[in-house]
């Protein structure tokens, strides 16, 4: 089992920046790929992004591609998103989530608790 703990949401003016990040605790080889999903107010979780830990180029949403990136610090077993050109539609909750699969297209089975993500207009 691995636990995962988000930090760094907060409020953002459209077209800023805001960098969030993930620590996974517990042991690490029950996870292989960390992905992030939001879920807007009233609607379903959707992906946002996902990588490996092993390394490898990570897969993107295309609502964010080009303006977010995953990223990942082995050594402290956490994983970031850096979000530039932000807009209101990315305003949501941003979940960390981590899969034991090697899979980019895989199902996560271990969930954070949630950062919260306003962009201003």
């Known amino acids: 089992q691995v636990h995962l703990v988000e930090t760094g949401g907060g409020l953002v003016q459209a077209g800023g920046s805001l960098s969030i990040s993930c620590a996974l605790s517990?042991?690490?080889?029950?996870?292989?790929?960390m992905g992030w999903f939001r879920q807007h107010p009233g609607q379903e979780r959707e992906f946002v992004a996902a990588i490996r830990w092993s390394g490898g180029t990570p897969r993107y949403a295309d609502s964010v591609k080009g303006r977010f990136t995953m990223s990942r610090d082995n050594a402290k077993n956490t994983v970031y998103l850096r979000m530039n050109s932000l807009k209101p539609e990315d305003t949501a909750i941003y979940y960390c989530?981590?899969?034991?699969?090697?899979?980019?297209?895989?199902?996560?089975?271990?969930w954070g608790q949630g950062t919260r993500v306003t962009v201003s207009s």
């Open positions: 989530a981590s899969s034991k699969l090697g899979s980019l297209f895989g199902t996560f089975d271990s």
């Open positions: 517990g042991d690490p080889l029950n996870s292989a790929v």
